[in-house]
């Protein structure tokens, strides 16, 4: 049995309008059955872009277990307030809300080349790599209490597993919000 389900990127339905509405509730409930009837321990919604969901978040007939959003540096405001909004609509703690992609898909383009996220952490960065650093940080950009990887390379899953122990500086990460939102109102029509 797995233990969770998730619903992914129901915001691909929502672009079409009240139907997408309809076809989001009736998954929902489709899931919260399979839980109750023992299928599966849980569901989430996972979600790319959750600012689709987040506005029709009161359409949702079931909360959902887990919410899974992007995490990281490379998230824009809207995403992250989207994500946060929706973990407070529905009441879901930190502990059951997952990050994806903390990389973009990508360690070695832009911006990982060219910047060291290792500011980002709290006290001395110490022997820490800007994986680890960005790693980290993506359970603050949103908060989150697990971030979800991709990888074939036991070292750098080990790299990663290393980063959670690392703190990251709260301050910081606070200013880079504020940045991040201070950009989008500036870009907004």
Do not use: K
């Not at 070695?108 to 994986?131: H, I, K, M, N």
């Not at 990251?168 to 939102?181: F, M, P, Q, S």
């Amino acid at each position: 049995m797995p233990d969770v389900v998730f619903l992914h990127n129901p915001e691909a339905s929502l672009v079409a309008g009240e139907r997408g509405e309809e076809q989001l509730a009736s998954a929902c409930g489709v899931l919260a059955e399979a839980v109750a009837a023992g299928t599966c321990g849980a569901w989430g919604i996972a979600s790319w872009n959750p600012c689709a969901v987040a506005a029709v978040a009161n359409s949702v007939p079931v909360v959902p277990d887990v919410l899974m959003v992007r995490s990281g540096l490379l998230v824009g405001s809207a995403v992250l307030a989207a994500g946060e909004f929706l973990a407070e609509r529905w009441g879901i703690p930190v502990e059951r809300r997952w990050g994806m992609s903390p990389f973009g898909g990508n360690l070695t383009g832009p911006p990982w080349g060219r910047s060291d996220p290792r500011l980002f952490l709290a006290g001395t960065t110490g022997e820490s790599t800007p994986v680890q650093a960005a790693f980290r940080a993506a359970f603050e950009l949103p908060p989150v209490g697990a971030v979800v990887v991709g990888t074939d390379q036991p070292d750098h899953l080990r790299e990663l597993v290393d980063a959670t122990e690392l703190a990251a500086d709260a301050e910081l990460i606070g200013g880079y919000r504020r940045l991040l939102a201070e950009r989008a109102a500036r870009q907004s029509c």
